[in-house]
């Protein structure tokens, strides 16, 4: 089955700018979605379509997605972004919605 | 405004069986598919199972596969995820949310769900 690969934590001190990157066997061909998820809290979409942003997301939130890798960037982060982020594609080959491991971003 | 309530979940024994149900508002849910995706205790997000608008497509993944039921009734703009044979890893915050193609766009606010004797 498809498997997406996150490191499971990144640190960035505030102002800076993240990179999440997001791991799988040619995932440039597929579509990749990240959501945010802060504690207690349901996830939200940030990214959709590799790089286009849901109303009310914040420019500072970016995606592109080539090769075997697709990365979620947010610059100027801010304390409110500490949360963790989540990939996801749908694996036509095998009709099946799959999730990357997820990302703890810590604002330092 | 869209709104997603789940409902259904509680405590049950293993082997046992439970209902979710997803209320669905602000939107005209015929048009949507949909899906369950469920998270364990400080773990990550795990896709569950999905259904079309019209309910004529369903996929399941793997480790719910013959266990799980996913349904919809359109006319009372309700989702349902039937759980049978239910085990202690099955337990999870269950969420219920919309769309796929373009990312799942809304998600309810989920129900838990606690396998244990």
């Known amino acids: 089955s498809y498997v997406l690969t996150q490191p499971p934590s990144v640190s960035v001190a505030p102002g800076k700018t993240a990179r999440i990157t997001c791991g799988g066997n040619n995932i440039g061909s597929k579509s990749v979605h990240w959501y945010q998820q802060k504690p207690g809290q349901a996830p939200v979409l940030v990214i959709y379509?590799?790089?286009d942003r849901p109303s009310g997301i914040p420019e500072r939130f970016s995606g592109s997605n080539s090769g075997n890798t697709a990365t979620l960037t947010i610059s100027r982060v801010e304390a409110g972004d500490e949360a963790d982020y989540y990939c996801?594609?749908?694996?036509?080959?095998?009709?099946?919605?799959?999730f990357g491991g997820g990302t703890k971003l810590t604002v330092l | 405004e869209v709104q997603l309530v789940e409902s259904g979940g509680g405590l049950v024994q293993p082997g046992g069986s439970l209902r979710l149900s997803c209320a669905a508002s602000?939107?005209?849910?015929?048009?949507?598919?949909m899906n369950w995706v469920r998270q364990a205790p400080g773990k990550g997000l795990e896709w569950v199972s999905y259904i079309s608008s019209s309910g004529s497509t369903i996929y399941y993944a793997d480790s719910v596969k013959g266990r799980f039921t996913i349904s919809r009734d359109n006319a009372k703009n309700s989702l349902y995820l039937q759980m049978n044979s239910l085990r202690a890893e099955d337990t999870a915050v269950y969420y219920c949310?919309?769309?796929?193609?373009?990312?799942?766009?809304?998600w309810g606010q989920g129900t838990l769900v606690t396998v244990s004797s």
């Open positions: 996801q594609v749908w694996d036509s080959s095998s009709d099946l919605v799959v």
């Open positions: 949310a919309r769309d796929l193609a373009t990312g799942m766009a809304y």
């Open positions: 602000g939107f005209t849910f015929s048009s949507y598919e």
């Open positions: 379509y590799d790089s």
